[in-house]
């Protein structure tokens, strides 16, 4: 969320999101607590910027917010809606016992898993790969205990975890931790051995370990798969050198 809140008849914002260079996750009732900007936010979509005008009995009250805020003061927020998740579903989820958790219905475990690697992309997508790549492990925890009861469960199961295994992979890439790196990859070639992308992490990995031979199998390996990426033979190249 970009936001700026102003008292009313001023131009001058006593708070403002919008020179920051990116803006991080706020939950409402934690990040938002005021009244008025959390009723306002559940009726905006992704992508939409409103303005809202709160009386005091949906902004700072009859004591105000001192120094900035007066007595009993009109304000107006600027607000746009950059994007948004769904995380209720997953903080019901965390909130119960390991027991309960296991009982939980498997659709609804995956929607929690993916719900996490969104957040975790959306970390990734702004440069803070730490706080993705707790996400993804988050995501992967709730996949991890969880038993199928069938065969097309455990084909559900896998196609999770294969996402987030390679995500997992790419962000400690980026987190120059290749030996890492490369565990995730096997992880995620354990359930997919065709996978171009796990081949092309686990390739990378080594490369940067300078393991060269086992480079060279797994970007050869992805290569076969996918013979047109750009991105497996420019690292081929590397190897060439």
Do not use: W
């Amino acid at each position: 969320v970009k936001y700026s809140g102003y008292l009313e008849h001023s131009d001058e914002p006593f708070c403002t999101n919008y020179h920051h260079k990116v803006s991080k996750l706020m939950k409402l009732g934690r990040d938002i607590t005021l009244r008025g900007l959390e009723i306002g936010l559940l009726t905006m979509t992704k992508g939409e910027a409103a303005r809202f005008v709160f009386t005091p009995d949906y902004a700072y009250g009859q004591r105000g917010c001192y120094p900035l805020i007066p007595c009993n003061a009109t304000v107006v927020f600027e607000v746009e809606v950059l994007d948004f998740l769904d995380s209720s579903e997953s903080d019901l989820f965390f909130d119960l016992l390991p027991e309960q958790q296991a009982t939980f219905p498997l659709e609804k475990v995956l929607k929690v898993s993916d719900t996490e690697r969104q957040f975790g992309n959306y970390l990734f997508n702004n440069g803070n790969f730490e706080g993705a790549k707790d996400r993804y492990k988050r995501a992967l925890s709730v996949l991890k205990g969880r038993s199928p009861s069938s065969e097309a469960e455990q084909c559900q199961i896998n196609a999770s975890k294969l996402l987030v295994l390679l995500n997992l992979s790419l962000t400690h890439l980026k987190l120059e931790r290749p030996t890492r790196a490369l565990a995730y990859g096997e992880k995620a070639l354990m359930i997919d051995q065709r996978n171009a992308k796990a081949l092309f992490r686990c390739g990378q990995a080594c490369l940067r370990m300078t393991q060269f031979e086992r480079a060279r199998d797994f970007l050869v390996g992805a290569q076969r798969i996918e013979p047109f990426n750009r991105d497996i033979n420019d690292e081929l190249k590397k190897l060439a050198r």
